[in-house]
């Protein structure tokens, strides 16, 4: 689905198209939502040199990644987008021209949506394709930071339930996930860290000295949450231990208690197998009181092994 959004009288409005319209004059931004291959070489038809189909948008070389032609900037970004609980990063393509930002994307980013949103008040500040790029990244970088602050806090939680043997895996759980999250997060942030480097060097002709400045406040924003994320990583890891020393510890304390209970039964079992034996002249065999002795003195032989372990404090 093509859908431009045109700036009349500083009022964007967005007009859905198809392959067999032209752009808009006052078009400032080409959204290309689940682009088909009609798309893609309708877009073909308005640039000098080739567009790239999804492979080439998922690549991981940084020359793919970022690069700059004829048709201006070229730029693969990823995106944080939440599926359930967990973290999934997407990619989104942006090619940033002198009048025009064009985006193609496989999935529903709801940054995206959050900027289609502001862009549908009456009035946007933001009414130059350089200016909504930059206002899209300045969301990514906020909506990064929320995102590790929520796990910090999370985490904070955890640090309370790692020592709950009733909570256990649900614990392990919520780690897990939030590892998985803090490290995408990462992620997102130095790739973003990148496209705003990569901007900033090669493309700082086009953009105003506030641009730049708000360019420059991202990056150092950038700078200060990756630190956080490390820290992070370490709580995690910590927390990870913690959690399976725990478990180890309350695995020992159960298999502490199956030993001592399988010694503390030793002497009775010796003394029962004793009087089991099939011989005649066992000495108590014919005793009139020679079972409750038998029994006086297993009983006798548990308490004696289970006071011995007291007085030691291996219980």
Not at 65 to 84: C, E, K, M, P, V
Not at 121 to 138: A, E, G, R
Not at 187 to 198: F, P, S
Request: glycine share 2%; with cysteine; proline share 4%.
């Amino acid at each position: 689905m093509i859908t431009a959004y045109c700036n009349r009288n500083n009022q964007i409005t967005p007009t859905v198209i198809t392959v067999d319209d032209p752009i808009p004059v006052a078009s400032i931004w080409l959204d290309i939502y689940q682009p088909t291959e009609a798309e893609r070489l309708w877009l073909a038809s308005y640039s000098a040199e080739d567009v790239p189909d999804r492979n080439d948008r998922n690549e991981i070389e940084a020359s793919s990644r970022f690069y700059l032609n004829s048709d201006g900037l070229h730029i693969n970004a990823l995106f944080s987008q939440r599926t359930g609980p967990t973290l999934a990063s997407v990619n989104v393509y942006f090619n940033l021209r002198e009048q025009l930002l064009i985006t193609m994307r496989d999935d529903d980013e709801p940054l995206i949506s959050s900027l289609i949103t502001d862009i549908e008040k009456v009035q946007f500040l933001h009414s130059t394709p350089q200016q909504l790029f930059i206002h899209l990244f300045k969301m990514q970088v906020d909506h990064l930071a929320d995102l590790i602050e929520e796990i910090y806090s999370a985490l904070n939680n955890v640090s309370q339930e790692v020592f709950d043997k009733d909570r256990i895996d649900e614990v392990f759980k919520l780690i897990t996930i939030k590892e998985d999250s803090n490290g995408k997060a990462r992620l997102n942030l130095l790739d973003t860290q990148r496209v705003l480097k990569h901007m900033q060097r090669d493309y700082h002709n086009k953009l105003s000295g506030t641009e730049m400045k708000e360019i420059s406040h991202m990056l150092s924003d950038i700078e200060s949450l990756i630190p956080h994320s490390q820290f992070l990583f370490e709580k995690l890891n910590f927390l990870m231990d913690a959690a399976m020393g725990f478990t180890s510890l309350q695995q020992n304390k159960i298999s502490k208690i199956f030993s001592v209970a399988a010694v503390v039964f030793l002497p009775p079992t010796l003394i029962a197998s004793t009087y089991g034996m099939n011989f005649d002249l066992i000495p108590e065999i014919h005793w009139r009181y020679g079972y409750p002795w038998s029994l006086l003195l297993m009983l006798a032989s548990a308490v004696a092994t289970y006071w011995f372990f007291k007085i030691k404090r291996w219980l």
